[in-house]
């Protein structure tokens, strides 16, 4: 495998990921999150008009976070940074992948247990408890969720461009490819890159350098493993 240590492989996840770990999905197919239009709850105009309905439930998703464990396919991809160069481009902001031992994860659309100040967008800190409305940042702010809402940047967007123009592989996970701007991560990848797409359901299907594995992300990462190595790519 000596060959491989310099192979990179960059690896983009999504909530498919997650769930087999339990973790409930972003939303359901009549567009609601638990009973919340996602707008509600993950937007700052929902934040602005209810902040408590808003730290409330991201509350319940940090309480929930700590029930469930990361599954064979985290630890899966962990592992192969035996032989690879591993970067991990996530949509999830749960930290099931560093918890499974990947050591160089990227988080698109932030971090449950994290936080940051209204007032201050680099004033971020480690958070594990609930937030509560009147808790504030050391400059009097109220502190909110770590977490990128529909309508704001993704900050980590550039960064994600770059590592995947260095990809020797990329590894599609659980992710449908239709929220913008992490779906067009497929595009920067070097032509001759060889790409694959576990999803049960994949929205894509075999073109060129893409192959499809119509795989939970369990199952993917266990047929995806065998191919790797066949040492056919």
């Given amino acids: 495998m000596s060959q491989h240590k ?26 609601l999150w638990e009973g919340h239009d996602v707008m509600q709850v993950a937007s700052p105009e929902g ?3 209810n902040p408590e309905l808003v730290l409330d439930f991201y509350n319940q998703r940090r309480r929930q976070l700590k029930e469930v464990e990361p599954n064979q396919a985290h630890r899966d991809l962990a592992a192969l940074e035996k032989d690879y160069k591993v970067t991990i481009i996530t949509q999830n902001v749960d930290d099931l992948h560093e918890r499974a031992g990947s050591t160089d994860v990227v988080h698109l659309h932030g971090e449950l247990l994290k936080i940051r100040s209204t007032g ?5 800190k480690t958070w594990t408890e609930d937030i509560n409305l009147g808790d504030l940042c050391n400059e009097g702010y109220q ?17 994600a461009v770059k590592i995947c123009y260095t990809a020797d ?17 497929i595009n920067y990848v070097q032509p001759d890159t060889v790409i694959y797409y576990i999803d049960p359901r994949p929205a894509i299907s075999n073109d060129g350098n893409l192959n499809v594995i119509a795989k939970s992300a369990t199952e993917g990462m266990k047929a ?10």
């Avoid at 960059?10 to 498919?16: K, Q, R, Y």
């Avoid at 201050?120 to 971020?124: F, H, V």
């Fill in 6 to 31: 310099k192979k990179h492989i960059v690896v983009l996840t999504g909530a498919g990921m997650s769930a087999e770990s339990g973790v409930k999905t972003f939303r359901d197919h009549d567009g």
């Fill in 224 to 233: 995806l493993l065998t191919i790797l190595k066949s040492d056919t790519i």
């Fill in 143 to 159: 502190l909110r969720p770590h977490i990128v809402w529909f309508g704001e940047d993704v900050p980590m967007i550039e960064t």
């Fill in 47 to 49: 934040f602005r008009k």
């Fill in 120 to 124: 201050n967008p680099n004033d971020i």
């Fill in 169 to 185: 592989i990329l590894i599609i996970i659980g992710t449908s490819m239709q929220v913008y701007p992490a779906a067009s991560l």
